[in-house]
């Protein structure tokens, strides 16, 4: 029988909570109820709020009598990360569980966040709308909107949470949990943008057919922030990160940055990196009305209805430059930067819209005079990006550093 670790504020909200309870119990469904409101529950919980007080170092007495909603929800989310992950790790429960408004959300998120990729994590929020990346991060929780607020049972809280408790269920007895141990083939990290698309399918067709599995991220914030995470989690062995263009977006301001630490898994984690400079000729922003004003007069593509471009300048991608470079100098194990002279992305080539040599040479001249040659060595090719010559190449490099690294 599976177990379900249902956490959250059995004090505020625990009607509501115990509703839940015996839905999953009416469902041959274990519960391990963990509370994680401040102050005595609606019913008795297996872990108490003490005791995840405590995981965090903090006395729940003195968090109470505080009163102090933002430190109580900081001690309570970084108690229930520390606890998740150790129950989690002991075989305490299969799958995770919540419910709640801002506060209750990142409390439980916080310990959904704490456990592997694979394991079922249900959140009903509230806050299931909108930027989303504070809660959710690189994990894979569902959120379900709670559509009324979390505030007794009636007509439409009973449907929302029905659903999301059946959507549990169904997750719980097709439980397959991703581990790293697992895998019938070595695992690889590439990164992709729709304008890099044919250089990684070529790529990722090279790679499978030497025998490894390719998993693509689209470099769009979340994706890149997503490959970090299973890197430092041990599932990748070699990293294919030929579309870095994640960093224009950090360095100038665009709405897919991944944040400051992209590229420092694999460096630091002694994973094997072709690394190369894809998209790295532009900045991303949604609607054209929504570009930022002091860029309105920039060189700019409508991608979509959704997406507008934004070329890179020449200092611009000076700066992006000194940035790959410097996370690449962070290299702990072989790392290849591949520059290719003829062009980084689809559009940046003769006669298309962001076709820019000026621009590309400040690109690759920053990384030459910042890289350091003792961690990295730097192949430049008279080649496009999204030539079949470039990506077979770059596959053939990172397959020679696995082979190397086997013997």
């Not at 391990?32 to 529950?41: A, M």
């Not at 990164?191 to 693509?216: D, H, N, S």
């Not at 930067?337 to 920053?366: Q, R, T, W």
Request: aromatic share 6%.
């Amino acid at each position: 029988m599976s177990t379900v670790a249902l956490i959250g504020t059995f004090d505020t909200k625990g009607e509501e909570f115990l509703y839940i309870k015996q839905q999953f119990e009416q469902r041959n469904i274990k519960v391990l109820s963990i509370h994680t409101g401040v102050y005595d529950p609606l019913f008795e919980p297996d872990i108490p709020n003490d005791v995840v007080c405590a995981a965090a170092g903090c006395d729940i007495t003195e968090i109470a009598a505080a009163h102090d909603r933002a430190r109580a929800t900081q001690v309570l989310s970084a108690g229930c990360e520390q606890l998740c992950h150790q129950l989690f790790e002991q075989g305490k429960f299969d799958g995770i569980f919540s419910m709640g408004g801002s506060g209750g959300t990142s409390i439980s998120c916080a310990g959904m966040r704490a456990l592997p990729i694979g394991v079922p994590k249900i959140m009903i929020s509230t806050m299931a709308c909108g930027d989303t990346s504070p809660y959710v991060g690189a994990s894979d929780i569902c959120l379900f909107p709670s559509i009324v607020d979390i505030a007794g049972i009636n007509t439409f809280s009973r449907t929302i949470f029905n659903n999301a408790i059946s959507a549990m269920v169904g997750m719980l007895h097709g439980l397959t949990h991703t581990s790293p141990d697992k895998n019938s083939k070595p695992l690889i990290a590439a990164t992709m943008f729709g304008v890099t698309t044919p250089c990684i399918t070529k790529a990722k067709e090279r790679l499978e057919q030497a025998g490894y599995e390719v998993l693509v991220f689209h470099a769009t914030g979340t994706g890149g922030k997503c490959m970090e995470e299973l890197i430092k989690g041990g599932f990748i062995q070699g990293v294919l990160d030929l579309t870095t263009t994640e960093w224009c977006d950090e360095v100038v301001g665009g709405v897919l940055a991944a944040g400051p630490h992209r590229m420092e898994a694999a460096a630091c984690c002694g994973i094997p990196a072709i690394v190369s400079v894809g998209a790295c000729d532009m900045v991303n922003f949604g609607t054209k009305d929504s570009v930022p004003d002091h860029f309105q007069e920039r060189n700019l593509y409508q991608h979509n209805p959704s997406v507008t471009l934004m070329r890179t300048s020449v200092e611009e991608s000076d700066a992006i430059g000194k940035k790959l470079a410097e996370k690449m100098n962070m290299s702990t194990s072989p790392c290849i930067c591949l520059l290719p002279k003829h062009g980084v992305s689809m559009i940046d080539a003769p006669g298309e819209a962001f076709y820019g040599p000026d621009e590309d040479n400040a690109l690759f001249n920053a990384i030459k005079n910042n890289v350091d040659t003792n961690k990295v060595q730097l192949i430049e090719m008279d080649a496009h990006i999204n030539d079949d010559a470039f990506a077979n190449f770059a596959a053939d490099k990172l397959i020679a550093l696995l082979e190397e690294q086997e013997q």
